[in-house]
């Protein structure tokens, strides 16, 4: 009567009810057997109606699923079912179950996929599908041509192996709907109705330590449906683009070194983990190299009904980072630079990092040897970039550590020495983070050095039995200059410069730039690190990189690349500059167009950071500050961008858009997750020594020479953990939206030093978006409307803040 009653809800499996299986019958019994038997006897035939009790509901019930799956599942699977053990036929039954309630369950708008089952031939009224259903559901209204469909398309293939020919189709198709799932959850706003599926346990990503060395290599064939492999590991490559979505997790094809290939679901919840989508196509995109540790094969019952391995951690997976060959570091330079080419820049990063890992060593361990002969040298500079990139190529290298470690020691910088042993989570003396002056000195001296001693030099001697030279240098500069590997490596590291150019990871875009240079010194590397040191606020040493380069003999940069050089030298010198006033006509059209360098500037000599009670954190002059005088120009520190071709999405769809990204984002970016900490999130406690520095994009001492922003190179002490919650009140309070001129694209974008600025109705600033060539709003700057008087707050408009 209740299911009647209620016919929306989802009742659970109807018993088959016998008379002795009530409660007073079998009180009835038990008081029997109290009476007329002894103790023994009287506790035995006491549990024994409890028994019959606990079975009788659920054995007709099981063994509908059973005919189901020996009278339409195909022969392999059942003999397969046949052999399993007794808990593990019961997980199949159960996999049956779930996979029928999956596809039968009537159908919702957010549900496209649904409707292609309804199609087929109507079934018969006497299969034991139906049988099961009309027992199982009988308030669900199920079509006769959805079951037809199910038994002649659904039922043949469940629980089987997949085949490429048969199956890879079939997961794009189920990709793609995937996808449309979450954009119509995310048009409309409403949540994504759930699925029936088992309890799974999820695991936080550092709860879990796997000992990666001790496992055993398996194979897809080797695994035991429904059975942990237990000590084993399962290494494959990712041949399809992920696809995911709230209800299923990430779904993924991965392929064994022996060409079979299953269905790989991680079931992690997506929101914790980056978001959905980008969160998968961030980390594990097509062609990734994987390792499974104790790979668990089940039944996929919420998509393909085929075999796959379940995923409940992050941590169980790791990149494959086994020691590779040519074809494995041009394959990732492949991928990676089809991702680049769909701006896809973080996937692209992480195409490129994985290639090198794996077939960079040989170049790592050239490097290397080359940072020794320089220290006994006592070149120490020269060594200090060979360790850096040896240690950019194989961040496990230890030798690489020590003499990067030796480097700085005989430049005279100990607080680093410490610092880099803090990172490798070795003892290491008190240190303290001081001004980036000193770091910019060591930053000059390396980048000088490079011009002034380039890494392959030319020249050497022959002798019997090999080759004499002398200096030891000289020999590892030549094996560089040979190695095919070495060619190859230096162009992806030229190609993540440019990722990490377009993401603002600046000081990655420096270390990998100098790495391509000591390896194989080009225009291209050349080009990308005068522009990233002129982005980082050094356009000084921008220039005389550019003016020693000018001046080299070399006929690599006397050609196109070499004129580039020159256009942007011109394009540095006009950035050193210090902005102008603008007239009175930019302030009306509120708008202004550059075609060159954009770097971050303030006044401060004119405005200071101010703590306002009512309001976390404002902005006020610190003199008295002249109509339309120019006082803060950022570019945005994160942004997100958005079609509007088809019309203004919901203003909730980019926000939550740009939560997701920098969610993902500070896993893979300590400065940005620094950046994002000292904003206002709507309950931290702000700190009252904030100064500029801290918000603009500037050579930062937190960052070791050389080296990447990536968390794994800071002490553990100073990797922040930011919740989403966090995030999303730093998006809420400080992110703002901007349209682009003459395409339907729209921007939410973060201005870490602009988001210090509060609303009034009469405001005395106006923001001005400033557009690059692409009509893309590459900064922002902050001009006064008014004459503003010393000590007073700069404000803006509500409408400009939104």
Same mark, same amino acid.
């Given at each position: ?91 199949? #039954? ?53 079951? =037809? ?6 039922? !043949? ?40 599926? !088992? ?11 796997? @000992? ?6 398996? %194979? ?36 064994? &070194? ?57 941590? @169980? ?5 086994? !020691? ?32 090198? %890992? ?111 030279? =002398? ?92 004129? *580039? #050089? ?38 401060? &000599? ?23 005088? $120019? ?24 926000? %939550?858009? $740009? *939560?997701?990204? $920098? ?17 206002? &999130? ?14 603009? @994009? ?13 968390? @794994?190179?800071? !002490? ?33 974008? #973060? ?42 707050? $700069? ?8």
């Amino acid at each position: 009567p209740l299911e009647r009653r209620h016919p929306s809800a989802a009742p659970a499996a109807r018993p088959f009810c016998t008379p002795f299986c009530t409660t007073s019958s079998l009180a009835a019994m038990a008081g029997l057997c109290s009476i007329a038997t002894p103790f023994f006897w009287r506790r035995l035939l006491l549990l024994l109606p409890c028994a019959l009790a606990l079975r009788a509901p659920e054995g007709g019930l099981w063994e509908g699923y059973e005919a189901v799956l020996r009278r339409y599942a195909s022969p392999a699977v059942v003999r397969d079912y046949d052999a399993l053990p007794a808990h593990a036929r019961a997980k199949m #039954l159960l996999a049956m179950r779930e996979t029928i309630e999956t596809v039968m369950r009537p159908s919702t708008p957010l549900d496209p996929g649904k409707a292609d089952l309804r199609r087929g031939d109507p079934a018969s009224q006497t299969c034991p599908l139906l049988r099961v259903l009309i027992r199982e559901r009988p308030h669900w209204v199920i079509e006769p041509n959805v079951i =037809a469909f199910f038994i002649k398309h659904v039922l !043949p293939l469940w629980g089987s192996f997949p085949s490429k020919k048969i199956y890879l189709p079939s997961h794009k198709r189920m990709a793609e709907a995937m996808k449309a799932r979450a954009a119509a959850v995310a048009t409309t706003g409403q949540e994504m109705a759930p699925a029936p599926s !088992p309890p799974v346990e999820t695991h936080h990503h550092s709860a879990r330590r796997r @000992d990666w060395a001790n496992l055993v290599e398996t %194979r897809i064939a080797d695994l035991e449906l429904f059975e942990t492999a237990s000590g084993k590991v399962l290494t494959g490559t990712l041949i399809t683009d992920p696809a995911a979505d709230q209800r299923v997790g990430g779904l993924f094809v991965v392929e064994d &070194d022996w060409g079979a290939i299953l269905e790989l679901q991680l079931l992690v919840p997506l929101a914790q983990s980056g978001g959905g989508q980008l969160f998968v196509d961030r980390a594990f995109p097509n062609g990734l190299r994987v390792r499974i540790a104790e790979p668990y094969l089940s039944i996929l019952t919420m998509t393909s009904s085929l075999r796959g391995i379940v995923v409940e951690s992050l941590a @169980d997976i790791q990149v494959d980072s086994e !020691p590779g060959n040519m074809s494995d570091l041009a394959r990732a330079n492949h991928l990676g630079s089809e991702l680049l080419v769909q701006e896809r820049y973080e996937a692209a990063a992480v195409m490129y990092w994985q290639g090198l %890992r794996k077939a960079g060593q040989p170049v790592a361990a050239l490097l290397a040897n080359r940072a020794r002969a320089s220290l006994e040298r006592k070149q120490w500079l020269s060594a200090l970039q060979d360790a850096a990139a040896a240690i950019l190529l194989n961040q496990t290298y230890e030798e690489a550590w020590e003499f990067y470690e030796a480097a700085l020691d005989g430049i005279g910088y100990p607080d680093l020495v410490s610092r880099s042993r803090a990172v490798r989570g070795l003892p290491a003396d008190r240190f303290q983070v001081f001004g980036a002056g000193r770091v910019r000195n060591l930053l000059r001296a390396a980048v000088l050095d490079l011009v002034a001693s380039p890494a392959a030099p030319a020249g050497s001697e022959k002798e019997q039995g090999g080759r004499r030279l =002398a200096d030891a240098e000289l020999i590892y500069s030549e094996d560089l200059s040979a190695n095919p590997i070495a060619k190859v490596a230096a162009e992806v590291l030229g190609h993540l410069a440019l990722c990490a150019g377009y993401t603002g990871a600046h000081h990655d875009a420096l270390a990998v730039s100098m790495a391509s240079l000591r390896i194989r010194p080009s225009g291209k590397a050349t080009h990308s690190l005068a522009k990233t040191l002129a982005l980082l606020g050094e356009g000084e040493l921008a220039d005389d990189l550019l003016g020693a380069v000018a001046r080299a003999s070399d006929a690599r940069f006397r050609s196109q690349v070499g004129r *580039k #050089l020159r256009q942007l030298r011109e394009t540095v010198r006009e950035a050193l500059a210090p902005p102008n006033t603008y007239g009175p006509d930019w302030v009306e059209t509120n708008s202004i167009a550059v075609a060159g360098l954009i770097v971050d500037w303030v006044a401060t &000599d004119a405005i200071e950071i101010m703590d306002v009670n009512s309001q976390g954190r404002g902005l006020r002059a610190s003199r008295d500050i002249d109509t339309h005088e $120019l006082l803060i120009v950022q570019r945005p520190r994160y942004s997100t961008i958005e079609n509007i071709s088809l019309g203004t999405p919901p203003p909730q769809h980019i926000t %939550r858009k $740009l *939560k997701w990204e $920098l969610t993902a984002a500070v896993h893979e970016d300590a400065m940005l997750s620094k950046t994002l900490s000292l904003l206002f &999130d709507g309950q931290n406690s702000q700190s009252h020594n904030l100064t500029f520095s801290a918000l603009l @994009d500037k050579t930062s001492s937190w960052v070791l020479p050389l080296l990447r922003q990536h968390p @794994d190179f800071f !002490p553990p002490e100073e990797r922040l953990a930011m919740s989403s919650e966090q995030i999303s009140g730093v998006v809420e309070f400080n992110c703002m939206n901007t349209v682009a001129k003459d395409r339907p694209v729209m921007f939410m974008q #973060l201005f870490p030093a602009i988001a210090l600025l509060n609303y009034a109705a009469q405001p005395s600033v106006i923001l001005l978006p400033i557009f690059g060539v692409q009509t893309r709003v590459v900064a922002m700057g902050i001009v006064t409307t008014r004459r503003v008087h010393a000590g007073e707050e $700069l404000t803006a408009g509500a409408t400009e803040l939104s």
